[in-house]
């Protein structure tokens, strides 16, 4: 299993609505991904973006990041994303009161 972090910039003075806004419509997209486990939105402060994401491997997050979902980005908020992937090796989550290890996947490492 792995973390995939995506990083960028929302749009200057964009409000949390906004960005909610914008989000919403790719959850459809992302719903239908067979191969994503889950995707957290994210924002930050200073317009900082993104999400996180669980996927069984490397290759099915590049799959589900490509060239043409860069091009999305970019042309939606304006930013390049920045990629960077990491070993999930285990996730505590108390809602399901329960502790989960996964066995190496991949070392981490940053996307080109």
Partial sequence: MI???VQFKYPAGWTREQILEDARPTA???RANK????????AGENGAGGAFYIWPSKEAAQR???AAWRANIEKRTGSTPVIT???LMM?????AGT???FPPTVAAEAAE
């Fill in 3 to 5: 973390v995939e972090y």
């Fill in 28 to 30: 459809v997209k992302w």
């Fill in 35 to 42: 191969e994503l486990i889950r995707k957290h939105y994210i």
């Fill in 64 to 66: 589900g990041h490509d």
């Fill in 85 to 87: 992937y990491f070993d």
């Fill in 91 to 95: 996730i505590v989550d108390n809602e």
């Fill in 99 to 101: 502790t989960t290890e």
